[in-house]
């Protein structure tokens, strides 16, 4: 009996992982499908090259500017200026954005006092707020990485304050009919049962400031990837537009990647 129960759970994870390898299959060729379409495009001149570069070009670009530099910067410069922009407006509306969002999921008087100034501040495009922040701290670092707070902030407040309201009451009532203290609620109720809901909202503020990098980034920049593309656009410099592009993706996925994997270990019980 032992043997045909371990027979039977030995072919469930056989299958289990084969369901994964085969969607893990799917991803892989749906990429390398568009690999192959931009490469066709691209070599029988379908495209002007002028305006969708071939692979070969734009991987000649990033290999100029990995080792030569692009005005008079290397890439990985680019790269590093950029992600210290992102982590440091994307961390600051963290630390900000879930504490709040928790006051204001559990008190309505909180969320009266915010609430009005985030949901009329959210809706703005960001070029528009940017020429504001630059009036009040200047072009320097200080204006962009208050722009990428800001970008970041909203989603971040609103899905905590979603996961908050989500709770199971019950839950609170028997904190509390312990004796449970605020504190006890806030690590043993609030954050565990809100955490898949914030993961989810932190990675779509994550999105949020990916977008708005190259707005912060034209205005009195050197460096950074968002700056790069938006100076290589102006010469119509295509194959480091979509080199720039592309690295600015991946560099997205690593740090979802990383989020996804820090969660799992904070939080065991997340599906991400």
């Known amino acids: 009996m032992n043997t045909l129960i ?7 994870m056989i299958y289990n992982n084969f369901k994964i390898s085969k ?29 969708l570069p071939g692979p070969t070009a734009v991987w000649d670009a990033f290999i100029k500017a990995s080792f030569k530099g692009y005005q008079g910067h290397t890439l990985l410069e680019h790269v590093l200026t950029s992600l210290y922009r992102i982590l440091f407006g994307f961390g600051l509306a963290c630390i900000v954005g879930i504490p709040l969002g928790i006051a204001m999921g559990v008190s309505k008087n909180v969320k009266a006092v915010f609430n009005p100034f985030i949901e009329f501040y959210r809706p703005l495009p960001p070029l528009g707020l940017y020429t504001l922040l630059v009036m009040w701290l200047g072009i320097g670092e200080e204006s962009k990485l208050a722009l990428l707070f800001l970008a970041g902030l909203p989603g971040i407040i609103i899905s905590t304050v979603q996961a908050v309201n989500g709770i199971n009451p019950t839950y609170v ?15 043993q109720v609030y954050l565990p049962g809100a955490g898949p809901t914030i993961l989810t909202g932190m990675r779509i503020s994550l999105g949020f400031v990916y977008t708005v990098l190259v707005a912060a980034e034209i205005v009195a920049a050197t460096t950074g990837i968002g700056w790069m593309i938006w100076d290589a656009a102006k010469f119509l410099l295509s194959d480091v537009v979509v080199m720039g592009l592309i690295v600015l993706g991946l560099t997205g996925i690593f740090l979802d990647i990383c989020m996804r994997m820090i ?8 599906r991400t």
């Open 6 to 12: 371990l027979n039977k759970v030995n072919k469930n």
């Open 23 to 51: 969607l893990q299959l799917i991803s892989i060729s749906s990429v390398i499908f568009m690999f192959l379409l931009w490469t066709f495009v691209t070599s029988f001149g379908f495209a002007d090259p002028l305006f």
């Open 173 to 187: 009532r028997a904190v509390k009919t312990l004796g449970g203290s605020n504190k006890d609620l806030l690590f």
């Open 263 to 270: 969660a799992k270990l904070l939080m065991p019980w997340t």
